[in-house]
């Protein structure tokens, strides 16, 4: 991409360097710096290099201890050091990437109102930050499936989400080879890794749910840590009194994990062993700094079954949850919404950080209609937006392959540009004080023809060049004051140029002058879809 | 589309038959009916059928009046009959085709809250309405321009623009064969037609807004309104004085018709001539019942110009111009919106609401953020849909092209499909009580497997079932309960299925019975791109 570059930006020590995609523009405007999570680059056979290895070792040196219920346990995470008021290099890495001032990053953490997830076993992550005061997070999700397995196809899926700009991604592997297909997703990511444990725990009871134990699941998850996965959905909210709510809905339980707990609980007639156990999972959680996704299994699957007793139940056992996770100093982030209708969402995001102690709230979606299949990236992306702007941190991303099939590469480029747009149209609504600086500088180039940096500073450069050249080809109409939607006549950017600058000059008796001009109103545009 | 057809209900006349896709499901299942745009299908060269020539003809005979200011002037406005307490044909068709009562919508109409946009010289259309208390609408924009330019290319546009659900078709073209193209889209056209006769005017003086006349542009109306053109944009509210409100804005005067009536002001030093003539404009509009779309010329170009003083000063004007447009019992819509953040859209349909009396508000958009070129189709939908649901009658659709070239065919689907699930998901959050019953047959086929039903409840039904074949084409595998996504060990779908049969029976010691129902919990999904 002509005109983009990455630079590196350092902290206060100069092992902290942070990229950014440098877009240098024409015309003597200023070059414009924007968030980069493309990673270093990496060779998969080799992964990438350790990035935060140093700073792990450094603090294993003082590993820090937190005490709990009369037993002392290891604690590694972000919270932990936050709470205690250390700012850690991660923390740094994080102010310099949002523009904010370290000890901000660390008061949100330490607030319980952002993470940072960084499993000590990750090193290859660049920090990045989830919190409602910071830019909107997307994730996006791949994975194998039992009809659809190859581990290279996965790893160059990742390289290209975080190529989009994907700021975690999870690795939702179900069928073979779990194992394998995890370790080189994480030694190949530049960003943080989520999974949800209880797959591979099903497949290690042969994708039996009645034959899922906690140590089968205790297991799965130490596995998981030793790799490096950064933060793991939990689906402990679904308790066993909480399934029959589920039971009228137009669409049920909707959710993989909120079906397989739910199908436990009913078979032996017991508590979710993952409510029950949920204070051992903090003490292994905290040793490894992985953080909770607490999963919302009973999220709607329809706009019928938004916002219903089932969920929001499940929502305040959420809440409980949050509470106790933080007792061992565990970064917890909450899952939510699903299919819900534009007038339904924003309570979703109050109730959440009401309950939830303001704990981050990461959200699929939620899809605002159920009739758009094979655009359920779009019907998504109009919720995911405005929970965004409500106070959403990360939104999980849909593809166009939603209810479908699995999403191949095009498929993750889709769903990430639409998650791009929906996370920075929050970041604007929500006055972010980094965030307009993109789009004005983005729409002067625009208004001044300059095309080439308007290529540049797109969201997809590679597309907005390619459209453009679908009609108007050649180079010369790189520079022409017009485009093929209205031709070389009708441009109104052109005679609104025009128009500012007889302006400048004053308006009064000053027509002559302009009719004196030539008749020569060159009539361009850009906006004119319409009228 | 297997299982989908035509269906025609009548109304309380015979002569009134209002066309739906009828939509037969599996499993004894009710049909669904779905409002349906597509027209009954023409042949280029012939045309459509004249549906309505029949009631136009019967009014013929007693053609109204309204006397103003002295002058008794002839009045066919669909306004007028409202206001008399006559409740016509086409408003009984769209009675029908909207589920509502006919007098409730001939009191809309009254009231101005909406319009029937319905030249007597279209008879070929299928009427429809524009208001917040009715569906909402989408307008698609089509035309030639200097640089692409072919009839039967624009008339292929609008008939695909109508199957995937235009209810409205702006011609917007410019260049040669303005006139011709015109009339071979009337022709075929089933929904109304709109067009910007300044840009026909401005080619009839060489493309020098300088040289622009009242004379010239009310010849043009004239011709434009013989052929039929139902609703025309009347740049009217761009005033001199306003001029110079948008020198210093980032992007200035972005629309077309808006950046032509600012050059003729400034090179006359005189006030915009719609403005000074709008009493006979309504003179005209009134005798052929054409309805005002009075154009936003000084529309947001960026996020920072959104909601300034040069956009709102307009607007107050476009208020006065609709009362005055009343007075002549004209139908008026008001155009609004461009590029507007989210956190800004609210205010714009309320002070247009307030300022307007209420009239229907019909909005480009808005794009919620500028950094997308390529993908304006999403950046808009998510401001269109916020829109359409705080009270925005008709939705102008924005193309993947949009800032880059003339649409194609293609683009003219992704922008009709976008817009149409905006203009859904705005009807959901409004509660309109149509809208969710075809949200809950589609989530109903979906939770029982039903894929065809599902398919052909889509709203496009086509890639759906293309989406879903690609990873598994099979034929059994359309009645499978899985898909790809995540196989048929992980459906959650399935197991969701079995624990609503399961708590049918009552939950308390069931649990032996649910484990020796053989272990035989058969894993799915539908919902899981994530967890």
Redesign the interface.
């Known amino acids: 991409m002509n005109g983009r570059s990455k630079v590196y930006v350092e902290g206060s020590r100069a092992d902290v360097r942070v990229p950014f995609v440098e877009v240098a523009l024409s015309g003597g405007e200023p070059a414009v710096r924007l968030y980069d999570t493309s990673g270093p680059g990496s060779e998969p056979e080799v992964g990438l290099p350790q990035l935060r290895a140093h700073w792990i070792a450094e603090r294993e040196g003082e590993v820090d201890t937190i005490e709990h219920s009369g037993t002392v346990l290891p604690c590694r995470t972000q919270l932990h050091y936050a709470k205690q008021g250390v700012v850690t290099a991660e923390m740094e890495f994080v102010a310099v990437r949002e523009g904010l001032a370290p000890e901000f990053v660390r008061s949100e953490i330490a607030a319980g109102r952002a993470i940072l997830p960084a499993n000590v076993n990750h090193p290859e992550t660049e920090p990045m930050i989830i919190g409602k005061n910071f830019l909107t997070k997307i994730n996006a999700?791949i994975g194998t499936?039992?009809?659809?397995d190859s581990i290279a196809a996965e790893v160059e899926k990742l390289t290209w989400a975080v190529k989009w700009g994907a700021d975690t991604v999870?690795d939702?592997s179900?069928?073979k080879h779990i194992h394998e297909t995890r370790e080189h997703i994480m030694r190949n990511s530049p960003v943080p890794i989520g999974t949800?444990p209880l797959?591979q725990a099903?497949e290690k009871v042969n994708?039996?749910?009645?034959?899922l134990t906690w140590e089968v699941y205790r297991d799965t998850i130490i596995e998981q840590a030793e790799q490096g996965v950064d933060y793991m959905?939990v689906?402990a909210g679904v308790l066993l009194r909480y399934?029959?709510l589920?039971?009228d809905r137009?669409?049920?339980?909707?959710?993989?994990?909120?079906?397989?707990m739910?199908?436990w609980c009913?078979?032996?007639?017991q508590e979710n062993f993952l409510y029950t156990h949920f204070r051992e999972l903090c003490e292994i959680f905290a040793e490894y700094d992985i953080a909770f996704?607490l999963?919302?299994?009973l999220r709607p699957?329809?706009?019928?079954d938004a916002n219903d007793e089932a969920q929001f139940a499940e929502l305040r056992t959420l809440g409980e949850l949050t509470h106790i996770a933080w007792e061992y100093d565990v970064q917890v982030m909450v899952?939510g919404p699903?299919?819900v209708?534009?007038?339904k969402i924003k309570e979703n995001v109050d109730l959440q950080q009401e309950i939830c102690g303001e704990a981050p709230f990461y959200t699929?979606g939620p899809l605002?209609?159920?009739?758009?299949?094979?655009?359920d990236?779009?019907?998504s992306?109009?919720g995911a937006?405005?929970i965004g702007?409500f106070g959403t941190a990360m939104l999980?991303?849909?593809?166009?392959?939603?209810?479908?099939?699995?999403p191949?590469r095009d498929d993750v480029k889709e769903g990430v540009?639409?998650y791009?747009?929906?996370a920075?149209?929050?970041d604007?609504?929500?006055?972010h004080p980094q965030a307009?600086a993109?789009?004005?500088a983005?729409?002067?180039a625009?208004?001044e023809f300059r095309w080439q940096d308007?290529?540049n500073?797109?969201?997809?450069p590679d597309?907005?060049r390619?459209?453009?050249d679908?009609?108007?080809p050649a180079e010369p109409a790189k520079t022409a004051h017009f485009?093929?939607?209205?031709?070389?006549?009708?441009?109104?950017?052109k005679?609104?140029?025009?128009?500012?600058e007889?302006?400048?000059k004053g308006?009064?008796?000053?027509?002559e002058e302009?009719?004196a001009s030539g008749?020569r109103?060159y009539?361009p545009?850009?906006?004119?879809?319409?009228?």
Chains 1, 2 share one sequence.
């Open positions: 999700n499936s039992a009809v659809s999870m939702l179900t069928g949800v797959y099903l994708g039996d749910p009645v034959k959905t689906h399934v029959p589920a039971a137009v669409t049920g339980i909707v959710s993989r994990g909120g079906s397989i739910a199908a009913l078979a032996h007639h996704s999963g919302d299994g699957g329809s706009i019928a899952e699903g299919h209708p534009m007038h699929l605002t209609t159920d009739v758009a299949p094979a655009y990236h779009i019907t992306a109009i937006a405005m702007w999980c991303y849909v593809t166009p392959k939603e209810h479908l099939g699995l191949n540009i639409a791009k747009i929906a920075h149209a929050a604007l609504a929500k006055d307009q993109w789009d004005d983005l729409s002067k625009r208004f308007q290529f500073l797109a969201l997809d597309r907005a390619e459209y453009h679908e009609t108007l485009c093929s939607m209205c031709g070389p006549k009708f441009c109104s950017m005679i609104s140029q025009e128009l500012k007889y302006a400048a308006m009064a008796g000053k027509s302009f009719a008749g109103v009539l545009v850009v906006d004119a879809a319409e009228s």
